[in-house]
């Protein structure tokens, strides 16, 4: 048994085979592997004797689940009112590019993932994003790629001068 198997197995027990159950196992699932894959989303919904666009929809209802693992630098930019007003769109715009994905997504090697969040909580220094766990204040389009330079893999870096 894989330990994907384990960690469903483990979640999937008899006294939460009831469909009130379903937002705290697919809570335990994205605890546990860092997403919901849609083969542990259809095991969700055979265990419960749900239709798949029942668990999808929900799902899919709550922004605080992710379809994709994050990136191992996974970057949070932030829209709320103080960050949207001071530019915090021009900086997930520019993260974007920079990064070369679309928002909600994870680049394809990996180090990178891109979300927009409600509200860092930094509303005095926006607009703000993170990079794992740090905070980069008053950021600004051209320092983006600044703060990335100084992280990106060396190959990253030099592949994208090389599309220049």
């Given at each position: 048994m894989t330990d994907k198997n384990k960690t469903i197995s483990h979640i999937l027990t008899e006294e939460r085979r009831h469909p009130r159950h379903l937002v705290d196992i697919?809570?335990?699932?994205?605890?546990?592997?860092?997403?919901?894959?849609?083969?542990?989303?259809?095991?969700?919904?055979?265990?419960?004797?749900?239709?798949?666009?029942?668990?999808?929809?929900?799902?899919?209802?709550?922004?605080?689940?992710?379809?994709?693992?994050?990136?191992?630098?996974?970057?949070?930019?932030c829209m709320g009112t103080a960050c949207h007003l001071a530019g915090g769109q021009l900086v997930l715009e520019a993260m974007a590019r920079e990064l070369e994905i679309d928002i909600g997504s994870t680049s394809e090697d990996q180090e990178f993932s891109l979300e927009r969040v409600a509200c860092i909580g930094c509303c005095a220094l926006a607009p703000v994003f993170t990079i794992g766990a740090d905070v980069f204040p008053r950021m600004t389009p051209p320092k983006v790629e600044e703060v990335l330079v100084a992280i990106k893999p060396a190959g990253a870096r030099k592949n994208k001068a090389n599309r220049k």
């Open positions: 697919l809570q335990d699932i994205q605890a546990g592997e860092g997403y919901l894959s849609k083969d542990e989303m259809l095991k969700v919904a055979e265990f419960l004797g749900l239709p798949a666009s029942a668990v999808w929809g929900v799902a899919t209802f709550y922004n605080q689940f992710r379809f994709a693992p994050l990136g191992r630098h996974p970057a949070r930019v």
